[in-house]
């Protein structure tokens, strides 16, 4: 285990407006986003949503490391 690490961090949201509250629409931006950055370590993965007057604005974020950035 390296003595330390740098996490990095991401965060993606859905347009705020009608059709915001959709879950799988931010996890596909997400899943997208992650495959954009080819191998990486992700630590965890969040669902948010906000009220709007659309209904619940969903974002989504994660926090990730590249193998360089362990030391």
Same mark, same amino acid.
Do not use: K, Y
């Given at each position: 285990?390296?003595?330390?690490? @740098?996490?990095?961090? &991401? ?27 080819? &191998? ?11 009220? @709007? ?8 974020? &994660?926090? &990730? ?7």
């Amino acid at each position: 285990m390296p003595a330390h690490w @740098t996490v990095r961090h &991401f965060s993606q949201a859905n347009p705020a407006d009608p059709g915001c509250e959709s879950v799988p629409a931010v996890l596909r931006r997400l899943a997208a986003s992650i495959e954009a950055l080819g &191998f990486v370590e992700i630590q965890d993965v969040v669902i948010e949503s906000d009220l @709007t007057e659309h209904g619940p604005w969903r974002s989504g974020a &994660f926090d &990730f490391h590249l193998p360089e950035d362990e030391h």
